[in-house]
């Protein structure tokens, strides 16, 4: 079984960057479709983006499209999230989801429910 533990979260001014990251352990990253919610005070578990086995396909939430990237490196079993032109509204917990896969390079999945393992989240908050 996975274990995610993500990091980088933390205070930034509006039109900002932050790179967050998701270490896992207990397992090969590479044998899993991740993706990235984030989740503000009283609201539902949002979307953010995914990414498939190979890292060869992206896909990303329409309030996140063209702002953030979703990237991953086997290798260090770590996915990374790099968040540019952050906003105000961008403010929440987020958190890194795994899904196991047979598809290497195929998948696109952007429930919750569609995810096994989630870390504890981190938090960004971005001051307007």
């Known amino acids: 079984q996975v274990q995610l533990v993500e990091s980088g979260g933390g205070l930034v001014q509006a039109g900002g960057s932050l790179r967050l990251s998701c270490a896992a352990s207990g397992g090969t990253l590479s044998s899993y479709y991740m993706g990235w919610f984030r989740q503000a005070p009283g609201k539902e578990r949002e979307f953010v983006g995914s990414?498939?086995?190979?890292?060869?396909?992206?896909y990303y939430g329409d309030s996140v499209k063209g702002r953030f990237t979703i990237s991953r490196d086997n290798a260090k079993n770590t996915v990374y999230l790099q968040m540019n032109t952050l906003k105000a509204e961008d403010t929440a917990v987020y958190y890194c989801?795994?899904?196991?896969?047979?598809?290497?390079?195929?998948?696109?999945?952007?429930?919750?429910?569609?995810?096994?393992?989630w870390g504890q989240g981190t938090q960004v908050t971005v001051s307007s």
């Open positions: 989801a795994a899904k196991p896969s047979y598809s290497y390079y195929g998948g696109r999945y952007y429930r919750k429910d569609d995810y096994n393992y």
């Open positions: 990414i498939t086995r190979s890292g060869g396909g992206t």
